[in-house]
């Protein structure tokens, strides 16, 4: 069975079109059941989120707070698995330590001192995805930028299970985190959000989950700041006819094993290229672990191999669709790196893979979906810092300003705004 034809971009009907640009982060499907978790945390701490771990979880959670656990799973875990955990770490931390801005000042030559200084949220709550699965890689996405950007405090929720994987543990403690407590899904957003008698309230949450935790997230956001709403999984491959079909295949199975709902696209401008893509899914497929999973994914209207006329036709395809990730594979993968301005993360060249950058090649591995990055970029430094600008003003620097703050003080009716200025100079 053929899991993936091959469609020609232009002959996409309004519904093909549909399926591909209108993703859905099934935040609305699960709103309700969000809302009344969310609320009754806000209500209830601790009790409600109990009662959640049992409803949900199927877990009697003991001590909320599990941060000793995580110290100890550190000497649990492989060896070879605490150093890829290690080198993953020292490869985020290098790659967000050169985001950290630096406060500046400048003077002007007519009196004007101005300036930006940056400053660390003191509370950070970072959502890891796991209870019988482990996600070490979100871990160190969430936890290491918070560190690197010098916040006071971070604290982490991850959902319980009888046994809580310590691959999971261990990477959250060795990313930094101060706290950690054993609850996930929409009462870990809430309890981070509100606090609870043993969570501690935060100003912002940072961490991709399901689409409950997403739900939450949207709900408690004018409460306090999230990074972005996540939805499933997506990759586009733009490949050219020097692309060999077996990595383009691999990149669409790789994200395709993350959820039935994940979307997964290759675009070419090459027909024969286009078809042994096809060829190379079908027969890697089979042997991949999670192979049911992969094809729900596949099978989904939101999945092709799309056929363009040109390159130029595949680019502003691929700008249209605004992918999490984008893995050029292609001879002159640069020049078409220049034309395209939305992509949360680019992969280029064909020895570039995805999952290099989901675990260790140092960028962050949360990203706007759904179109996001149109807008927006990845987690980074700049989601833990607040910036304030700085000025002072010499009195010849304030008379110089003045009939211009003067002139629209009075424009807009504020006349004491227009008086503060006047008093100044004034008295000079």
């Not at 950290?100 to 709550?125: C, I, K, M, Q, S």
């Not at 502003?316 to 594979?329: R, V």
């Not at 979906?369 to 989601?383: E, I, M, R």
Request: aromatic share 4%.
């Amino acid at each position: 069975m053929t899991t993936l034809s091959v469609t020609e971009i232009a002959d996409l009907g309004l519904e093909a079109r549909a399926a591909l640009f209108d993703r859905d982060a099934g935040i609305d499907a699960a709103r309700n059941d969000a809302r009344e978790i969310v609320e009754r945390v806000r209500e209830e701490g601790d009790v409600a989120v109990r009662e959640f771990c049992r409803t949900y979880d199927d877990v009697d959670v003991g001590n909320l707070e599990i941060t000793d656990d995580c110290e100890r799973a550190v000497e649990e875990i492989p060896d070879d698995v605490r150093a890829a955990i290690e080198t993953a770490i020292d490869n985020v931390r290098e790659f967000h330590e050169a985001q950290v801005p630096d406060d500046w000042r400048r003077e002007f030559d007519d009196g004007r001192e101005l300036g930006r200084r940056f400053r660390p949220l003191e509370r950070v709550g970072v959502y890891v995805p796991g209870g019988r699965a482990a996600y070490p890689s979100s871990a160190i996405m969430g936890v290491v930028p918070a560190v690197v950007a010098g916040v006071e405090h971070v604290s982490v929720v991850t959902p319980p299970a009888d046994t809580i994987n310590p691959v999971t543990l261990a990477a959250i403690h060795l990313s930094g985190a101060d706290a950690v407590y054993s609850v996930g899904g929409a009462q870990g957003i809430a309890a981070l959000a509100y606090g609870t008698e043993t969570v501690t309230r935060v100003q912002k949450i940072v961490g991709p989950g399901n689409r409950w935790v997403t739900a939450a997230k949207a709900l408690v956001r004018n409460d306090v700041e999230i990074d972005l709403l996540a939805g499933p999984s997506e990759v586009v491959v733009i490949a050219d006819e020097t692309a060999d079909p077996d990595y383009v295949a691999a990149e669409l199975l790789a994200q395709a094993e993350h959820d039935p709902n994940a979307s997964v696209v290759a675009v070419t401008d090459d027909e024969g290229t286009a078809q042994a893509i096809t060829e190379a899914v079908d027969a890697q497929l089979a042997h991949r672990k999670r192979a049911d999973t992969i094809e729900a994914a596949l099978e989904s209207d939101a999945s092709a191999v799309l056929l363009a006329r040109s390159m130029s036709e595949a680019i502003l395809f691929t700008e249209e669709y605004a992918p999490e990730h984008l893995s050029i594979i292609a001879e002159d993968d640069e020049s078409i790196l220049e034309r395209i301005d939305s992509a949360g993360s680019v992969f280029l060249g064909p020895d570039t893979p995805v999952a290099a950058g989901d675990y260790a090649s140092g960028t962050n591995h949360v990203l706007p979906t759904n179109g996001g990055a149109k807008v927006t970029g990845g987690l980074s430094v700049d989601h833990f810092l607040r910036a304030t600008t700085v000025q002072r003003l010499s009195s010849d620097g304030l008379a110089s300003l003045s009939p211009t703050i003067t002139t629209l003080a009075d424009a807009e009716g504020l006349d004491a705004h227009a008086e503060s200025v006047r008093l100044r100079l004034e008295d000079e």
